[in-house]
């Protein structure tokens, strides 16, 4: 209430002034005999005086943001687009020059409405949000390369590591148990921690393994694949066509889609024959893993979510048809620019 009253007093105050300035020199004009109505121009001053003033009054208590800064604008245009027409007709209204002032200011105000206001235009919205899931993508890209480059260096600090002392560990172990022949219960003893230190070797290399295989970051995705062949129950055949390197999120999880998809044929289908084929072009890497078995494969399961979550994560196409009587067919498509 306290706040509203000097507002309004400053707002009168102006009021009045051009009041008084108006009747001042009309009185003035009457009382020199009239003729041209010089005070027009009083008038029309006195009028561009007040008008701020009733801006001030009316946007003052707006919440600051492109919708105000518009009015703003919109008002200042307004007023200076009377201004031009009043001195259009107190000049005589000769000609039409008005309109060419007239219409800067149109063009001007409506520029301006344009840019401030355009996150609520639906054609530059669009583009707002494509140019930002366009972004979204790229950092994602870089997101998901960089892990897999940091899996990849924890792979090899584990295998450099702690996987070569527990293998220098064993060997010991070994030489110690052969010296400690008439000691049997040493010997026992020196047995069963060799035995721990081959079976932690054996989960450590598994561990390391499902992180990155080596041969995937030192020779690529087709000779990973190819050598799944040593560990995969099924027989199997790799077609490749093209062996460029691809970006490391990328090589992750098509090795993955081939290992599981290798894993689940050598587990439902053993002896099945398994062809694999990799087809590289400059942008997309499609994956194509078949097996003969008798088919009837969950597509939702759990493994086939994690290779679909996996796939799609790169902005990726993936699908499984396994009807009953077979074959299974895995089918990957990843998005492989750089």
Known sequence: MTEERPRASVLASAIAFAAVNVLITTVIWAATGGGYFWPCW???GSWLFVMPFVWWRLLRDRPRGPHTRVLWTLNVCATLIVVEFADWAFTGAQGFWVFWPVFGLVLFAGLHALLDLRGWLPFLRARELEERVATLSRTRRGALDAQASELRRTERDLHDGA???LVALSMQLGRAEAKLEDHPEAAELIRSAKEEATTAIAELRDLTRGIAP?????RGLVAAVE?????????LTVVAVGADRLPPAVESAAYFVVAESLANAGKHAPGALVRVRIDQTRDVLTLDVSDDGPGGADASGSGIDG??????????RFSVTSPTGGPTHVHAELPCES
């Open 42 to 44: 009083v008038i029309l």
């Open 163 to 165: 996987q070569a002392r």
């Open 307 to 316: 290779l679909r979550a996996r796939v799609e994560a790169l902005d990726g």
């Open 214 to 218: 080596p041969v995937l970051a030192d």
């Open 227 to 235: 050598a799944l062949t040593e560990r995969s129950r099924a027989s």
